[in-house]
C-alpha cells in the first residue's frame, strides 16, 4: 500500500496490530478518525492509555479492577463461601449477565494446555487452593469451558484439593435452549439424559 | 454488558465507537492490548494522537500529506498537465498501486448525492475548474466510481469546464480481468463491446 503521509502510515501500521485487522480496515478506521472532530481521537487515546497504565488486578479473585479488591469481591451481597473457577475475565461478565451466581469468582487466567506451553503454574491455582485450605470455601463450581484443556484443568485443581472439605459442581452440560435435538452432538445428547433432572423443577427456572 | 472496571468499560466504549467494531470486539481489542507489553498501547495512542493533530490536506490536490504540497504534486517525475480526478484518498492509493498514471490528482472528497445532503459546493470542484482556467491542464481523467453520483459529479464538473482548452477522459468500463463472461451484468458487458479496443494494443498491456 502507497501512504502519502508517513504519519497516516504508522498510525494504519499500529492500528493493523491489533487481532483481526487488517492494512484495509485499519485504513478504514483511521480514515474514520480523521473525519470526525479531534475530541474523538483523543477521547479514545486517553481512555486506551488510561486503562493500560492504570487497571489492575484484583488481589482476591485476579479480575480485572480499578481497585486492589474488586467490587464482586468487596460487595456484602455476595456469598463468599461459593467460588466459580472461570479461565478468563470474559467468563465472568457472561456469567454476571445472567444473575444467576450469587458467590464470588477465581479468575484462572487461561486453562492447561501442554500444546500451549501453559502448566499449572502459569495459572492462578495456588491462591485459589490456598482460599480453600483455608476453611472458608463451601463449595467450588468448575465453568470452564467443555474442552480436553478445560476438563484436564478441572481434574487438576479436583486432585490438588482432595481431602479437603469442600463441595466441588460443574456447570450442567446439555442442549441449549432453542436448540433443536437432531441437529446436537452425540455427547452433549448423551450428558443430557443422564443428568436429567426432575420435571418440577425444571418448571421453576 | 456488566464491567469490572470503569476504566475498561470506557476503553471499550471508546474503542466501539469506530464504524463495524462492536462492544464484543471492542471488548477482546482492549483485552488484546492488555496482556501485550504497554510499549504497543503507547504506541498506538501516540500514532494516532500525531495522526489526528499533525496530518494536513495538500493545498493543491488535497490529498492526506506530512506537508503543505503532497509528494506526488512536488515530484519532478509526474506530469502536472495530467489530473487525475478521484473521489476519496483511498482512490488514489489504489490508482498508485497500480503504477498506470503518471500525472497528479485531485482528491474531490466525495461525489455530488442530494440524498446525503451533498451537493457541489461541499467539494473540492472550485480549486479544480481553477486550475483549469489557469490554462495549465492538458487533461483531465475522471476516475470516479460508475454510481449515479459519481455520473453526476463527472457530468456537473465536465460543465464547469466546458469551452475550456482541456480534454476529459474517464476510466474504461468493461469485465474485470480473470472474470466470465456470463456472470457479468450487462450494461457492463455492452460497455465492454462498445468500447473495444484493437487486438494488438491490448497485446502490448
Not at 481512555?47 to 469481591?73: G, T
Not at 445472567?98 to 492447561?112: C, D, E, N, R
Amino acid at each position: 500500500m502507497e501512504f502519502s503521509s508517513k504519519l497516516l502510515e504508522k498510525a494504519v501500521g499500529e492500528v493493523s496490530q491489533l487481532p483481526g485487522i487488517g492494512k484495509r480496515t485499519a485504513l478504514r478506521l483511521v480514515l474514520h478518525l480523521l473525519r470526525q472532530p479531534k475530541e474523538q481521537t483523543q477521547g479514545l487515546t486517553t481512555a486506551l492509555s488510561a486503562m493500560r497504565n492504570d487497571l489492575k488486578f484484583c488481589k482476591s479473585c485476579h479480575n480485572l479492577s480499578d481497585v486492589d479488591i474488586c467490587e464482586i469481591c468487596s460487595s456484602v451481597l455476595r456469598d463468599k463461601e461459593i467460588i466459580c473457577v472461570v479461565e478468563d475475565i470474559r467468563d465472568v461478565m457472561a456469567i454476571e449477565n445472567t444473575a444467576s451466581h450469587k458467590g464470588i469468582y477465581h479468575v484462572l487466567g487461561g486453562k492447561i494446555s501442554p500444546i500451549d506451553g501453559v502448566g499449572p503454574h502459569d495459572l492462578n491455582i495456588v491462591t485459589l487452593v490456598e482460599k480453600v485450605k483455608a476453611g472458608h470455601v463451601k463449595e467450588l463450581i468448575f465453568a470452564l469451558s467443555s474442552t480436553m484443556e478445560g476438563d484436564t484443568t478441572n481434574f487438576y485443581i479436583f486432585k490438588q484439593i482432595q481431602g479437603l472439605e469442600v463441595k466441588t459442581s460443574t456447570i450442567a452440560r446439555g442442549i441449549s435452549v432453542g436448540d433443536e435435538l437432531e441437529y446436537a452432538d452425540e455427547i452433549t445428547l448423551g450428558r443430557s439424559i443422564l443428568n436429567r433432572i426432575p420435571f418440577e423443577a425444571s418448571l421453576k427456572q
